[in-house]
Nanobody, 125 residues
Framework: QVHLVESGGAVVQAGGSLRLSCAAS????????MGWYRQAPGKERELVTT???????YYTDSVKGRFTISRDDAKNTLYLQMNNLKPEDTSMYYC???????????????????WGQGTQVTVSS
């Protein structure tokens, strides 16, 4: 079992920045990838970015150059630095963990085993 707690969501103006955090606890050694998903009302949950235990990263096209994923293994914490935020970034952001080791970077919702409760990011225009 892995327990995830997100924080850092807020209301911010367009062009602003936020940093989200995700603190992990439990069976940390089982983690093979940690990612950030987001879901807006009426839309499907989408992968924003993920980082594998070997350091490989994935970003969805809409956030490339604006968002950066990072992790602090000593603190068992995952971060998402979001810069130049846009109104279309408004969503509930979820931290997720994949425990199955794969040759490819996991990007499907079904590939993630544990989820946080989410943190709301609202970008005003």
């Amino acid at each position: 079992q892995v327990h995830l707690v997100e924080s850092g969501g807020a209301v911010v103006q367009a062009g602003g920045s936020l940093r989200l955090s995700c603190a992990a606890s439990g069976n940390i050694s089982s983690i093979n990838a940690m990612g950030w998903y987001r879901q807006a009302p009426g839309k499907e949950r989408e992968l924003v970015t993920t980082i594998c235990s070997d350091g490989r990263e994935y970003y969805t096209d809409s956030v490339k150059g604006r968002f950066t994923i990072s992790r602090d293994d000593a603190k068992n914490t995952l971060y998402l630095q979001m810069n130049n935020l846009k109104p279309e970034d408004t969503s509930m952001y979820y931290c997720a963990v994949a425990t199955t080791k794969r040759l490819w970077i996991p990007i499907g919702v079904h590939e993630y085993d544990y989820w946080g409760q989410g943190t709301q990011v609202t970008v005003s225009s």
